[in-house]
Each structure stands twice: as C-alpha cells, then as structure tokens.
C-alpha cells in the first residue's frame, strides 16, 4: 500500500462504525426472528399435523367401515327403488377410500417430512450459529479496529495541519535579519 489517501473527515469512519453497530443488532433480532419461525414450523409439523393425520386415518377408517356396511346392506336388499340409493352407498364408499387413501398418504408424508425438516433445520441451526459467532467475535473487533483508525486518522489529520506561521516560515527569523539594517 504505497498510495496516499486524501482524508477530508474522520467522521465518516466514526458514521460507518455506528451504522455497523445498528446493523449489527438487526441481524441479531432476525437471527432470533428466524430461529422462532423454525421453531414454530417444526413444532407444527412434528405436534400438531402429526397428531391430527393418524386421528384422520381413524376417522376415514371409520367411515370406510360404516360405508361397506351401508354398500353391503344396500346390496343385500335390492329393489328397483333401491338401485339409486345403491349407487349413492358406491360413490360413498369410494369417496371414503379415497379419503382413507389420502390421509394415509398423509401420515407418509408427515414421517418424511419431519426427518427432513430436522435434517434441514439443523443444518440451518448450524449456519446462524457461524454467524452468531461471527457477530460475538470478529464483529466487535471490527468495530475496534475501525475506532482505533478513527483515532488515528483524528492524530494524523492534527500533525498533517499546515502551521500558521505559512509554508516555509519557521517563526525564528532574528531582528538582525531585517531590511533596515542591512543597508549600507
């Protein structure tokens, strides 16, 4: 680095500083924001949707048995009216095996799904963690070192003054040297 710089103001080190110091505590808050998200998507899938599918795969269980019995008991006892009302007991056995079908499915997914997002959200956990670290650690150096700069461009901007006496003039210029008393 053999260059020079023209400093017109340290503030603007100072400015960076402090805008490094606000940044700094808004990634702290969204790292916690999205920490708190991923909690909430894990507890979701893993309380909540594991909970309610098996109870669904119950429930259309359920009402698959309750609609063969229905179609059988249709069948059993056919009439010419009762071809209609034999036709409904078909349609709801086959919207009850479809429903049981879908929850079943349901419940597959769950169990995929819960050891991806865990594998995934681990990984992410990892991630923010690094950048946790980041924050704790070279972070707070960084703004160290950019004040310990500010300080030292503040010192160098001192010595660097022109004095007032001008360029070139001492101030220690003796009385002897005045026109006055060098004439002949």
Not at 145 to 154: C, H, K, P, S, T
Not at 155 to 177: F, I, L, V, W
Request: no cysteine; hydrophobic share 35%.
């Amino acid at each position: 680095m053999g260059g020079s710089a023209k400093i017109t103001s340290t503030d603007a080190v100072r400015h960076f500083k402090v805008a490094l110091q606000e940044y700094e505590a808004e990634l702290r808050d969204a790292i916690t924001q999205l920490l708190l998200e991923m909690r909430r998507a894990i507890d979701w899938l893993e309380h909540d949707r594991a909970r309610y599918w098996p109870q669904e795969v119950r429930n259309a269980s359920d009402a698959l048995v309750q609609a063969r019995s229905d179609l059988s008991r249709a069948e059993t006892s056919i009439g010419a009216d009762d071809r209609r009302s034999n036709y409904e007991k078909k349609l709801a056995y086959e919207a009850a095996k479809r429903r049981l079908r879908n929850a079943e499915q349901k419940v597959r997914a769950i169990r995929k799904w819960r050891v991806e997002l865990r594998q995934r959200a681990d990984e992410f956990e990892g991630r923010l963690g690094r950048l946790a670290n980041f924050l704790d650690a070279d972070l707070p150096r960084g703004v160290a070192a950019l004040e310990r700069m500010a300080v030292a461009l503040d010192k160098y901007t001192e010595r660097a003054a022109p004095s007032e006496a001008g360029p070139g003039n001492t101030g220690a210029e003796s009385s002897s040297d005045t026109p006055e008393e060098n004439e002949p």
